[in-house]
């Protein structure tokens, strides 16, 4: 598709324009210019009055509803001949003096450049039309590429891995064993790679969440407990008593893993590691924040976007990040990353405060939320697509 008009297009204009109500405002002002055009060939002495209101009344229904070029050239040149006639026959009766008749030229000089004006906004409006449309399929192409290529390397990823697999029983040999270690390691990396492309394709669909009530504080302290327990670092959390809001929680808990995992693969032992949940601004915040060696600043524009690392670290796939803000963005948010207070990064996601239940509730409403607050989370569940 061509983002420029050609030429038949451009003659077309947009005849569209003025929707459902477009037949209605094309009898109004068919109606109109008879009314005027009779009030100018009645008001001896006062036929300019009429005449420029005529022109208005154009004027604003072309600004409405821009006719094609053929149709706006026949009404144009209709509406010229006949108030130019009225014009010259009361000057031809003594009624008009000669200089008024300077009127007709001057008009429809005006309204000209107007109604180019409105062509070329209509043109302009098209291209951009056409352009985001080929932006759409060009998300929709690149969405597709990622679910199938994830599908695709899934099966002979899995064939690999047993083959290795089956390799390390069979063989005692070290150099074997440690060649066929680091190739099952690179398959696994790999493994991961593909569930990641696949996941964050699967959620820049349109109906990819699963959306209820979530307490978001017992998630995020969960989340900050699982953490701690298996990986040692100075741990501290940041988290309200509770926080209900609409969301998908399994997406929410993976995207959390995901930054805590990045923060880890970051710092070492000694570092503060920090979880956070919290009101801020109007927004839901969930990050983390540590006392490792930061982000660059030129490279803050980049954390979120795909198979994008660090030149600090080279392992990991680039695409943790990367799941973390196609969440974030779900849910209405987008990803965050900054300097952190503590010496580091600040990495994490921002959600819109439309997100947080009207009211917070206890545990059993979790067994039938839909009962009192329905509409509301119905309401929130739609904008959040």
């Known amino acids: 598709m061509s983002a420029t008009p050609s030429p038949s297009e451009l ?11 477009g037949l209605a405002v094309d009898i109004a002002f068919a109606a109109t210019t008879v009314l005027l055009l009779w009030a100018m060939f009645v008001l001896q002495g006062l036929e300019t009055v009429p005449y420029h209101l005529l ?51 001057l008009m429809p000089l ?44 899934r099966t002979p990823l899995t064939i690999a891995r047993g083959h290795v697999e089956l390799l390390l029983e069979a063989t005692t040999d070290h150099t074997v064993r440690a060649d066929a270690a680091v190739a099952l390691a690179e398959l696994d990396r790999l493994d991961r790679m593909a569930s990641r492309l696949l996941a964050i394709a699967q959620l ?16 995020v302290r969960e989340t900050h407990l699982r953490w701690a327990a298996s990986v040692a670092r100075a741990w501290t959390l940041e988290c309200p008593q509770t926080l209900w809001a609409c969301a998908d929680e399994d997406v929410l808990r993976a995207a959390l893993d995901a930054v805590i995992e990045n923060a880890v693969k970051v710092t070492d032992i000694d570092d503060t590691l920090q979880v956070l949940c919290r009101l801020d601004d109007g927004w839901v915040v969930v990050a983390v924040e540590d006392s490792g060696p930061g982000i660059a600043e030129p490279d803050l524009p980049f954390v979120f976007q795909r198979f994008w690392r660090s030149t600090k670290r080279r392992d990991g796939s680039g695409l943790g990040l990367a799941y973390v803000r196609a ?59």
């Not at 948010?333 to 009211?359: N, Y």
């Open 11 to 21: 003659s077309r204009g947009s005849g569209e324009s003025g929707g459902r109500w």
């Open 55 to 105: 022109f208005v009344c154009f004027a604003a229904v072309y600004g409405y509803r821009a006719w094609p070029l053929p149709i706006t050239v026949g009404v144009l040149g209709s509406v010229i001949a006949s108030t130019g006639g009225v014009l010259i026959w009361h000057w031809h009766d003594g009624d008009l003096p000669a200089d008024e008749l300077f009127e007709i030229g």
């Open 110 to 153: 005006i309204l000209g450049a107007m109604i180019w004006h409105a062509r070329r906004r209509v043109v302009a409006l098209r291209q951009v039309e056409q352009l985001a449309q080929q932006e759409r399929e060009a998300r929709v192409r690149e969405h597709e590429f990622a679910r199938d290529t994830s599908h695709a390397l």
């Open 204 to 219: 820049e669909r349109p109906d990819a969440l699963s959306m209820k009530p979530v307490d978001l504080a017992a998630l």
């Open 327 to 385: 969440a974030a963005e779900a849910h209405g948010g987008l990803g965050v990353a900054a300097r952190s207070e503590l010496g580091g990064a600040f990495v994490g996601a921002r959600f819109p405060h439309e997100i947080l239940l009207p009211v917070q509730v206890g545990p059993a409403f979790a067994a039938d939320a839909r009962g009192s607050v329905g509409a509301d989370v119905d309401d929130v569940q739609m904008r959040a697509r």
